[in-house]
């Protein structure tokens, strides 16, 4: 009787397990990834060729630019549609990390801004900010020492 439910129950699994094309999949992300990157280049360029700006400048200005689009993006509650069709083309890059930043922030608004955005707004971006605090400053102590021998 159990190898019977046990049955059932794998068969109801693979019934409303969502299927995706992995192909079809990787061209997305592929495709999207590859227009933030070139939208990117676009700005540095831009902000190079026409407004004289040296690289580093050109290439901080373009980080702010795409963090800025990203975030009104999420406030205009596109993102979330691009990053559902696009996958890790739209999660991966600076542009999503903006997003999982600014929207913590949109859905904790109502509670306030203490204890609704002051609270929630890094608790996807926490960790990650955490973890490379840490590896960096590892990374830094490893660095010294191997420079110091």
């Known amino acids: 009787m159990n190898q019977e439910k046990q049955k059932q129950y794998n068969e109801y699994v693979k019934q409303v397990t969502p299927t995706y ?6 061209g997305k992300a592929f495709v999207t990834g590859g227009i933030i ?7 540095q360029n831009t902000l190079t060729d026409k407004l004289q700006l040296d690289k580093d400048t050109a290439s901080a200005w373009c980080s702010l630019l ?8 999420t406030a205009c509650h596109q993102y ?9 083309g739209a999660l991966v890059p600076i542009t999503g990390f903006a997003n999982s930043v600014a929207s913590c922030a949109i859905e904790f608004k109502k509670e306030g801004l203490v204890f609704g955005t002051g609270c929630k707004i890094f608790t996807i971006a926490g960790p990650v900010i955490l973890y490379g605090i840490i590896t ?14």
């Open 21 to 26: 094309n992995l192909w079809s999949r990787v």
């Open 37 to 43: 990157c070139i939208l990117g280049q676009w700005i």
């Open 66 to 73: 795409l963090i800025l689009l990203s975030v009104v993006l």
């Open 80 to 88: 979330s549609k691009i990053a559902s069709w696009a996958g890790a």
């Open 136 to 149: 960096s400053w590892i990374l830094g102590v490893i660095y010294w020492v191997l420079t110091v021998i």
